[in-house]
């Protein structure tokens, strides 16, 4: 829909984009010149020192730059919150001004309540959508609290000398701390590795390997390479190559940086004001403001005939005019964004109560809409937790030696340490520890990417020798590496040992091992070392990791499979250990694709191929975006689980991103939903939540669709037909207001589980294909009642308006309120399906109370009269009739069409 906020604010939001302009000019021209200064100079003007801040220093600075928060949205007083709820949507404008007019130009009591309706409608609308969306921003806000992003930073700290005592003096010391990132302030050292968010604007002090996204920045696509010498030559801040700024990400390598400016301070900082809360529309946002809009259409063709067909043939031109109004108001889904924001918020609820967290709440429409859910491997389907089972020789033999070199690999290297790192460093016993960590000495690093897929260190040893140790993918690691460690002896890689290396690395592979090389060489001391230093390698052995499926996996996958939802890997290991794990899930895997086959592949090809694809192995995270955007081209709803460095792209790619608590920053920050349980059952009771907030707003817009659709003609015929107003203005308000009352419950209602079994998309042709069928059949009934209260009751003149107005007004009000047990479910209502207890109680209450006001003492303020005994019992065979005549109808549109 409009947002007319955002239109009325169109000049003050002007000058504060003008605002922004020149605080990021600003912060830019900062930036770029302590990235024109050497280290010691950027150290000495942010007032910094290598070891880090100490605490006192820390605290001045919170309280001078404030927390490191970046556009976050502030929460505004209650009354603001109902005020902007009020003024973006245009319909409850639009009653408004109806209800002014009524009010200002109506002498009748009738036309003051019919004022006062109108202005309840709105007041309806606007508090009860903010009362749900409160409870569930609450039990969201709580969980999210639960999971937080770190930076690793070097402060002072203070420590007692004597650890065993507790009264012993304290000292200062330098230390490696993991602070929430709101907790940094300027002139703090910060660590940056593989995975990690950039926490604020940062000089670099050094960087080995790093490469940098920044295309929430720039909008460049590929990573760019950091360093942390000087840039005397940057002319623009975002083009110096010893800064890293807030709202980019490491994909690959390490550094150390000294924050130059947080928060609103920062480069993005003084930006993202405007970019808080935006998002783009679904499919789901666009259908409701599609269906909105037609409803509008229809009112803005039949209220102008109505109310010149009343001028004209009654001669009462205010008369008309007020009833116009009225009619304009019944046929306004003035409630649509009301339940709209109720079904979402109960969904939001439910959700938190299951320890998921919607950073995004029409996230949840999109859950139930996804018919491929792709999934990274490592730390989704297995647990988080991996067991080094074996360190062998090349011939397949424990070998301590290889163990060695691992624990030297992944205890030297400072980037991210995954779940392989700590099963190796966990491998090792005390002893062996101790004694490497005193015989060897880090030099340098390599650090890991996803093109070479491996990652190395360079140590020194007690007499001075230096041995780059190379870990990783057997493949890439193998191709690196000249000859082989046999027996105690360096023999070399001819195609011969290569195949028979490569016959256990398989044979490990198909026992279930997820399995990676280990590659040494002696390497002359030089001041540095690079990627190019990775070759002429001797393979000393192998590593082989179990990585367990989690226990909830395999039912998991079977529980979607059977609700419509196809599961497809999507994973950075090789083929061979994924299948082992898909077997062990449930998964049946006829076809699969390696990333290099991918990357050969046309868009058009890829697109063809994920239809009988269903593990996609050794992918790098761009290709993982390409396998997405293929299942998209091909018309299909994709949700993404990942928890890797190299998921976040594909999260962002994925109609719904979800990922784990225990993710890499750059995951969690990409997610739409967060799960705080290990168990993947939920993502079943997810998507099910899903299809019942689209099913239940769904019944919402059928009713008013084909009620709106079947009215038209019935307003329009009795306004030709008879010489009175067919009802009162004020009766058609308060029947729109019960009516919308009465449906405040549909959130609560259950959804058939066949309606649940497949996934949901929105359909605005079937939409108006119920609106066609079912609207007019309402019409039918309309007609028998004027001709029952014409002919039978005798109000056939304006003597006897009241009665025949009446007589609608009940009729109309109790079949609406009812034919909604009908259209909620594609079985027999009441017998095979019953609706919520909430919502037929409302219902019921709803009747009974139209049925008591003709005979109660407000009857005269809205021109009621008694209706006699046998109008009930004609009202009784009419309500039986018209839910028959429809469940008739919608039982052949459901053998026809297959779905209502």
Not at 189 to 215: C, E, W
Not at 224 to 230: I, S, W
Not at 598 to 607: G, H, K, W
Not at 651 to 666: C, E, M, P, W, Y
Request: proline share 4%.
């Amino acid at each position: 829909m409009l947002d007319l906020f955002n239109f009325s604010m169109l000049i003050p939001n002007a000058a504060r984009e003008r605002g922004k302009g020149e605080a990021a000019a600003r912060a830019a021209t900062q930036l770029a010149d302590i990235a024109r200064l050497e280290s010691a100079e950027v150290l000495g003007r942010l007032t910094a020192v290598a070891d880090g801040l100490n605490p006192e220093q820390v605290e001045e600075r919170l309280e001078e730059f404030g927390p490191n928060i970046v556009a976050q949205e502030v929460k505004k007083h209650v009354v603001l919150q109902l005020l902007e709820r009020f003024i973006t949507n245009p319909i409850n404008i639009l009653l408004t001004v109806l209800a002014v007019i009524t009010w200002a130009t109506g002498s009748e009591l009738s036309d003051k309540i019919g004022a006062i309706i109108m202005f309840a409608m709105v007041v309806m609308a606007v508090f009860v959508a903010h009362f749900q969306e409160a409870r569930s921003s609450r039990a969201v806000e709580q969980l999210r609290r639960m999971v937080s992003n770190t930076a690793t930073v070097r402060r002072e700290v203070d420590e007692p000398v004597d650890s065993a005592d507790e009264d012993a003096p304290t000292q200062r010391a330098a230390k490696k701390l993991e602070v929430p990132i709101d907790g940094l302030v300027p002139g703090d050292i910060v660590y940056l590795s593989a995975g990690d968010m950039v926490p604020a604007d940062l000089r670099l002090l050094h960087a080995k390997d790093l490469f940098i996204n920044q295309a929430a920045l720039t909008g460049e696509s590929m990573p760019v390479e950091k360093f942390g010498a000087a840039d005397p030559d940057a002319k623009t801040a975002l083009e110096a190559r010893c800064l890293c700024f807030m709202g980019s990400n490491v994909v690959s390598g390490s550094a150390t940086g000294v924050i130059a400016a947080t928060g609103a301070g920062t480069y993005f900082g003084a930006l993202a004001g405007s970019l808080v809360g935006q998002r783009v529309e679904t499919s789901f946002d666009k259908g409701v403001s599609r269906f909105a809009w037609l409803m509008l259409r229809f009112m803005a063709v039949m209220v102008p005939v109505v109310f010149l067909i009343n001028g004209v043939t009654k001669h009462d031109w205010f008369e008309a005019f007020m009833f116009a109004v009225a009619v304009a108001v019944g046929l306004t889904p003035e409630m649509l964004p009301m339940i709209v924001a109720i079904n979402l918020a109960k969904g939001a609820l439910k959700m938190a109560s299951k320890d998921v967290i919607v950073k995004r709440l029409n996230a949840i429409q999109n859950f139930g809409a996804i018919d491929v859910l792709c999934t990274d491997k490592t730390g989704t389907l297995t647990q988080d937790r991996v067991i080094l089972e074996r360190h062998t020789d090349i011939r397949g033999d424990e070998d301590d030696a290889v163990l060695d070199f691992a624990w030297l690999n992944s205890y030297h290297q400072t980037g991210l340490k995954n779940l392989l790192d700590v099963a190796v460093l966990e491998g090792a016993t005390p002893a062996a520890a101790a004694r490497l960590k005193s015989a060897y000495t880090l030099v340098d690093e390599v650090p890991f990417d996803f093109s070479r897929r491996r990652m190395s260190v360079v140590v020194r040893d007690e007499s001075g020798r230096h041995f780059l140790i190379s870990k990783g993918a057997v493949a890439e690691t193998v191709a690196v590496c000249v000859n082989a460690r046999d027996a105690g002896e360096n023999v070399a890689m001819t195609p011969e040992k290569l195949a028979e290396v490569r016959a256990v690395s398989r044979e490990m592979n198909d026992d279930g091992f997820r399995v990676l090389a280990l590659g040494v060489r002696e390497i002359e001391a030089k001041p540095s070392y690079s990627r190019d230093d990775e070759s002429g390698l001797t393979l000393m052995g192998f590593i082989a990791f179990l990585d367990p499926p989690k226990d909830s996996a395999a039912d998991a996958i079977a529980a979607l499979n059977a609700n419509g939802v196809a599961v497809k890997i999507l994973t950075g290991d090789n083929d061979v250990v994924t299948r082992n794990v898909c077997r062990q899930v449930g998964i049946t895997v006829e076809n699969f694709l390696t990333g290099p086959k991918v990357e050969a592949m046309s868009d058009d090809e890829l697109t063809v191929a994920t239809r009988t694809t269903q593990v996609f192995a050794r992918l790098n995270p761009q290709q993982k975006v390409r396998v997405i955007q293929a299942l998209h081209r091909d018309g299909h709803v994709v949700g993404f689980l990942g928890d890797g460095i190299n998921d976040g792209p594909a999260l962002r790619a994925a109609d719904v991103g979800i990922s784990v608590d225990t993710a890499v920053d750059i995951a969690k920050e990409s997610a739409d939903i967060i799960l705080l349980e290990k168990s993947l059952m939920v993502l079943e009771e997810g998507v099910i939540e899903g299809r019942k907030v689209f099913g239940n707003v769904l019944k919402y817009i059928k009713m008013t669709a084909s009620s709106n659709f079947g009215n038209m003609f019935s307003m329009i015929g009795a306004s030709a037909l008879l010489p009175f107003l067919p009802m009162l203005p004020v009766q058609v308000l308060l029947n729109n207001l019960m009516y919308d009352f009465s449906q405040t419950s549909v959130a609560s209602d259950e959804v058939d589980p066949d309606y649940l079994a497949k996934p949901r998309q929105w359909d605005l042709k079937a939409i108006a294909r119920f609106m066609v069928y079912i609207g007019p059949i309402s019409s039918i009934f309309d007609y028998c009642t004027f001709a029952f209260l014409w002919f039978v009751l005798g109000a056939d003149s304006g003597t006897h308006q009241r009665l025949f107005q009446t007589g609608w007004f009940v009729e109309s009000l109790l079949t609406q309120t009812l034919i909604v047990h009908v259209i909620r479910t594609g079985k027999i209502p009441f017998l095979e399906s019953r609706a919520s207890l909430p919502l037929t109680i409302t219902g019921v209450a709803i009747c009974l109370i139209g049925m008591i006001l003709p005979f109660s003492a407000v009857a005269p303020w809205f021109g009621f009269v008694p209706l006699p005994g046998i109008y009930w019992l004609f009202l009784a065979a009419v309500i039986v009739a018209y839910m028959g005549l429809t469940q008739f109808v919608k039982t052949r549109m459901i053998r026809h069409f297959g779905v209502i």
